[in-house]
């Protein structure tokens, strides 16, 4: 991943107080919502809805960004919610750090924008983190008509829930699910992005 590309999204964040809402994204609240608290890997978490959500839940979360910024923001409001204790945000890019082996009993990532020097490599590093029994949630904007309006892409920073699925060996997963959702009503009004969300959720055997 170029600087170029983290750089931007530094940027992105110190051009407000707040970029995204702070709320959980609907797709995690679905999924998860019902799990029971356990160890939890937010890949990508930005200013960290996700993660301070599933950590007022009971879970242990950690968080991991490349960006300083939002990493920053996230911690802070972990602290304001009496949180701190219960997220660990780790400063890393996906594209070169590995996640412990069957560390999480979920593993969640939503929306990685990044371009990948290896991308099947980093899937199959987070579906590698998931604990046998554990859950692996990746969520993406689906290719296709729809976009522009500002949230164009690289190529590369684009995929479906079929190629995360790719990467899992059938062995190991089952209940692997890969489907089109309408992106959540609130979320399109308020990023002005319509596009459906592509999901993949996935169950390790125990």
Same mark, same amino acid.
């Given at each position: ?15 407000? #107080?707040?970029?995204?809402? +702070?709320?959980?994204?609907? !797709? ?5 919502? *019902? ?10 978490? +930005? ?7 599933? @950590? ?7 968080? =991991? ?9 996230? %911690?802070?409001? @972990?602290? @304001? ?16 750090? /590995? #996640?412990?082996?069957? %560390?999480?009993?979920?593993?969640? %990532? $939503? ?18 983190? &998931? ?11 689906? $290719?296709?008509? *729809?976009?522009? $309006? ?5 190529? *590369? ?8 699925? @790719?990467?899992?060996? #059938? ?20 990023? *002005?992005?319509?596009? !459906?969300? /592509? &999901?993949? =959720? ?5």
């Amino acid at each position: 991943m170029s600087a170029t590309n983290r750089d931007s999204y530094d940027e992105l964040y110190r051009s407000a #107080p707040a970029v995204w809402s +702070g709320r959980p994204n609907g !797709p995690l609240v679905a999924e998860a919502g *019902g799990l029971p608290p356990g160890r939890a890997l937010d890949a990508g978490s +930005g200013e960290g809805g996700d993660a301070l959500w599933l @950590a007022e839940r009971g879970w242990r979360v950690t968080a =991991v960004d490349f960006s300083p910024v939002a990493l920053e923001r996230g %911690a802070a409001a @972990a602290a @304001a919610r009496g949180l701190a204790d219960r997220i660990e945000w780790r400063h890393a890019d996906l594209d070169g750090w /590995t #996640p412990p082996e069957r %560390a999480f009993d979920l593993v969640t %990532a $939503h929306y990685l924008h990044a371009t990948w020097t290896d991308r099947d490599r980093m899937f199959r590093g987070l579906a590698a983190a &998931v604990a046998p029994g554990g859950t692996l949630l990746v969520v993406g904007h689906r $290719h296709g008509e *729809g976009w522009g $309006h500002g949230h164009a892409h690289e190529p *590369g920073a684009l995929y479906t829930a079929e190629e995360v699925a @790719a990467v899992l060996d #059938p062995a190991e997963w089952t209940d692997v699910v890969t489907e089109t959702r309408d992106r959540d009503p609130d979320a399109a009004h308020r990023t *002005g992005n319509p596009v !459906p969300d /592509t &999901v993949l =959720v996935a169950r390790r055997g125990s």
